[in-house]
């Protein structure tokens, strides 16, 4: 059985703003019969302001895709279209206190059908543009597609390189003969042989060009200023205490130590660093395992 | 713990009588069968016992055709893996689409070591067609792999035939007969089956015990090899324990056979008649004509089983279901898909499986439930409205793929 929060288990027991909208003029259908989930959702927007004045959902699919739905209309209602737009799959399973990682997508179809519904009442048309593929690293929810996509636009070979650019295999490394899989099937492809020991050597060779220690570390510690106030405001902190090589070590204090969302956060982290670095980083909180903590129980 | 238990194809619980007889063996039994001295004397002669009781429910000629393993997982993998080892020459295996991902993933994986797997389809009604597999007998064929019921939808193969026509080709035959086991009779002496692989929990015994049957003269290379435990064919100091256990409750499944067959099979129709009375639009899958006495798989249309589990789950009721959901994977179970129900039908398949705990009560219960559940689940879709499916529901609804 899944480990659906009390939020969730909620919204599906008693679903807000379920069934037919009359009225409705924008309506967006989207979600996979084939995958079992599939949402229609209809907004009442008022047209002089754009104010969403209702939300109703139909659904067919499962606890936690019902609850999404329910979740939404409940977050959208009284939003103007612009301000609703900003709403991300994230903030979804957030105000459902989480999902389990098989249950993302569920957070992803609400916010599609958010847009595709928006683009009806605009007379757009909404195209989708992701595709999902199975489940496979269960730490990070990272299904085969992305994994498959990421090897071939960056020609990976080692699931080292995969982990790196997907976080894919990051946690408790279970999925790795998965990864493996999907490398040996990309790199036949491109006429290549998968080399299981290939994946040892390139580890160790450290900073990026043109940017000195010192340099990286202020870069750092920048980063860490910017995010500082968000976790000052829920009472915590983040301090830098070392760096080695593409391991950063910080410590969490306050509200932030031991807090369910730590590891959360620290991704969160870890993704800005890697992107004002430009090179992939890892972030180690160092008086807890948070993130192996997150790891462990998916 | 109260509540309705209608999940028996997915384990059962351990019968008193069964723990008891297995508790001496935790503490004062609890010598290593291989020692010489008395300690473990009494545990080799408690073993041997359960063994014959196990001979006794398959129908096996021989108590020595009887392999103890950890469970129905290890006694496929012993089996297939065997097969192929002892014929190095034969590189296909034949096998089916409905089989457990205990035969399935093995397949595949033996695939990328370069075997040709055969997966024998099924009509609507989870049925084998004879003549395909008659076509791809050949002398290159190691191992045919065919459940003796369907886990989903309680339908039964026609193993013992088969098993006849393998034979004919020089073919080895296994079936994973987990869920038959205990509630079919057998007669293994009579049959061409060479392997058969049984689980303790689903019968009553605890988890992680399960047999092998081995029918003398089969050429058989050992999964484990270590020491001579299980002749040298399953080396690893025997769970004891459990051992005990399953034998208990192999006698205990033969006293109960006919009970099973009767007074289980009436509850099972009482429910499913029950349940189809009363709610539109929804079917039995498989075949009911020719299935396990205590399975029945309906699929609700235009709902989703895992919602329907949760709902039934906060009414104390335990069933299972064929949705991508249950398992957290893309597509609905692989055995609704072979029988080609469509996906607006196979997400919501639930199976309900009884067993000789099950009552009267628990099933009008369950009967009274149900229709409620499926109703309300229905009005929050979007292919249904009013007591009825919409117009055309497929054209009524036809999301962006996301």
């Known amino acids: 059985m899944w480990d659906y929060s009390e939020k969730v288990k909620e919204h599906f027991f008693q679903p807000r703003n379920a069934g037919v909208l009359e009225g409705a003029n924008g309506v967006g259908d989207v979600g996979s019969i084939s995958c079992g989930d599939a949402l229609r959702l209809m907004l009442k927007v008022e047209p002089d302001t754009d104010v969403i004045l209702a939300a109703n959902f139909q659904t067919f699919g499962c606890g936690s895709a019902i609850a999404s739905s329910s979740a939404l209309t409940e977050m959208v209602i009284g939003k103007t279209l612009d301000e609703a737009l900003k709403v991300s799959n994230q903030d979804i399973a957030d105000y459902l206190d989480g999902l389990p990682p098989e249950k993302m997508h569920c957070s992803v179809m609400g916010r599609e059908a958010l847009q595709a519904a928006v683009a009806n009442y605009r007379g757009e048309v909404w195209s989708d543009d992701h595709e999902e593929g199975a489940l496979v690293c269960k730490c990070f929810a990272i299904d085969a597609v992305l994994i498959e996509d990421t090897i071939r636009a960056n020609n990976l070979t080692t699931v080292q390189d995969v982990t790196n650019y997907t976080k894919a295999g990051g946690g408790c490394s279970s999925c790795h003969e998965g990864i493996e899989e999907i490398l040996v099937k990309v790199m036949v492809e491109r006429g290549e042989t998968f080399k299981p020991s290939a994946a040892a050597q390139e580890q160790e060779e450290a900073k990026p060009a043109g940017m000195t220690n010192l340099q990286r570390i202020r870069k750092i510690e920048a980063v860490l200023d910017a995010v500082r106030p968000q976790l000052k405001r829920d009472g915590g902190d983040i301090e830098l205490v070392d760096v080695e090589g593409k391991t950063i070590y910080v410590n969490m204090k306050g509200a932030c130590s031991g807090c369910q969302m730590e590891a959360l956060t620290l991704q969160g982290i870890q993704q800005k660093l890697m992107d004002e670095l430009k090179e992939f980083i890892k972030i180690v909180p160092t008086k807890a395992g948070a993130l192996s903590r997150a790891s462990c129980h998916p | ?402």
């Open chain 2, 1 to 402: 713990m109260q509540g309705i238990y209608f999940d028996n194809n997915a384990t059962t619980r351990v019968d008193e009588a069964v723990v008891e007889v297995m508790l001496p063996y935790f503490t004062e039994q609890f010598g290593n069968p291989s020692s010489m001295h008395s300690f473990g004397n009494k545990v080799g002669l408690a073993i041997k016992k359960a063994r014959m009781q196990v001979q006794e429910l398959l129908g096996a000629e021989l108590d020595s055709e009887v392999i103890f393993t950890s469970c129905g997982t290890e006694s496929d993998s012993t089996a297939i893996l065997s097969a192929l080892k002892a014929q190095p020459e034969r590189k296909e295996i034949i096998t089916t689409n409905v089989e457990h991902p205990a035969i399935l993933t093995l397949c595949s994986w033996l695939e990328k070591d370069g075997y040709k797997v055969h997966y024998l389809k099924v009509d609507g009604k989870g049925r084998l067609d004879l003549s395909e597999y008659k076509k791809l007998l050949t002398d290159q064929v190691a191992v045919v792999s065919v459940m003796w019921a369907n886990n989903e939808t309680g339908t039964f193969f026609p193993v013992v035939e088969m098993a006849e026509m393998a034979h004919a080709v020089g073919a080895m035959f296994h079936t994973d007969a987990v869920q038959a086991v205990g509630k079919v009779p057998m007669n293994l002496k009579d049959t061409m089956i060479d392997m058969l692989s049984v689980s303790g929990h689903k019968l009553h015994a605890p988890k992680g015990i399960g047999v092998l049957y081995l029918k003398r003269g089969t050429r058989f290379r050992p999964l484990l090899r270590g020491g001579h435990q299980e002749r040298g064919r399953r080396a690893g100091t025997e769970n004891s324990t459990s051992i005990v256990g399953l034998g208990k409750a192999a006698e205990m499944a033969m006293e109960a056979m006919t009970f099973e067959n009767t007074e289980v099979a009436r509850l099972r129709n009482k429910l499913e008649a029950g349940i189809l009375a009363k709610v539109p639009r929804a079917f039995v899958t498989g075949d009911p004509s020719n299935r396990l006495p205590n399975t029945s798989n309906i699929a609700f249309e235009f709902i989703e089983g895992e919602a329907i589990l949760l709902l039934l789950n906060k009414f104390g009721i335990a069933a299972s279901s064929g949705s991508a959901c249950t398992s957290g994977s893309l597509e609905p179970s692989h055995v609704m898909r072979a029988m080609g129900i469509p996906y607006t039908a196979a997400h919501g398949t639930v199976r309900f499986s009884l067993s000789r705990y099950s009552t009267e009560a628990e099933v009008e219960r369950v009967i009274q439930v149900v229709p409620e559940i499926i109703a309300q689940l229905r009005k929050l879709s979007p292919y249904w409205d009013g007591d009825a499916p919409k117009a055309e529901p497929e054209k009524a609804f036809a999301p962006t793929y996301a």
